[in-house]
């Protein structure tokens, strides 16, 4: 593969299965080769809630030390504006890997049994996201899923959902220098401003 451009920030939508986390891993492969002193860190969103996800994580977490063996690895599922700021830096590209996680962890609480619908409060994190980004000294790198690309779905909460992401994708792009749409492992650039 032919050495990729690294932006100072990236949103990586797709599909699942798309090849999103891939691209991501990549930027930060390159990233690390090109100086020793680079580091790259993986903000990893998701949180174990039963067994087929922690099976899930232990095996990203796995394949992701053979393909990156140098990016070390932050969970952080809900403070993630807050772990930009800790952990960037000019010399260090983070890899938030998924936005859309992050936002069912702010939408549906384990607590809960439904997702809540969005308050004027609950907006918050994601402003704070975007300043962070937007500030963050090193690049960037977020990836997260389109799926409003099929059939209108049929639950009140699940709609919800689906427009709330939407929305967060909308944000995230218009702050990015670069959107990558990802489908079957090939790479579609639909902004570029780096």
């Known amino acids: 593969m032919s050495a990729m451009t690294i932006a100072k920030s990236e949103l990586i939508l797709g599909g699942q299965k798309s090849g999103?986390?891939?691209?991501?891993e990549l930027l930060a492969r390159q990233w690390l080769d090109q100086s020793h002193d680079h580091r790259a860190v993986l903000i990893a969103t998701a949180q174990p809630w039963d067994d087929e996800m922690r099976q899930r994580i232990a095996r990203h977490q796995a394949d992701r030390a053979e393909r990156v063996p140098g990016m070390?690895?932050?969970?952080e599922s809900l403070a993630l504006a807050e772990a930009i700021q800790t952990h960037g830096s000019a010399d260090t590209l983070l890899v938030v890997d998924c936005l859309t996680l992050w936002l069912t962890n702010l939408r549906m609480p384990a607590e809960y049994e439904s997702i809540?619908?969005?308050s004027p409060v609950d907006t918050a994190p994601i402003a704070s996201l975007l300043i962070a980004i937007a500030q963050a000294p090193g690049p960037v790198v977020?990836?997260?899923?389109?799926?409003?690309?099929?059939?209108?779905?049929?639950g009140r909460e699940v709609r919800a959902?689906?427009?709330?992401?939407?929305?967060?994708?909308?944000?995230?792009?218009?702050?990015c220098q670069r959107v990558t749409l990802m489908a079957a492992g090939?790479?579609?650039t639909l902004k570029d401003a780096a």
């Open 20 to 24: 999103k986390s891939r691209r991501a």
């Open 72 to 75: 070390t690895t932050v969970e």
């Open 116 to 118: 809540m619908p969005l």
């Open 142 to 154: 977020l990836v997260g899923n389109e799926i409003g690309l099929g059939v209108i779905p049929m």
């Open 161 to 175: 959902f689906v427009d709330a992401l939407g929305r967060l994708n909308q944000d995230v792009a218009a702050t």
């Open 186 to 188: 090939l790479p579609l």
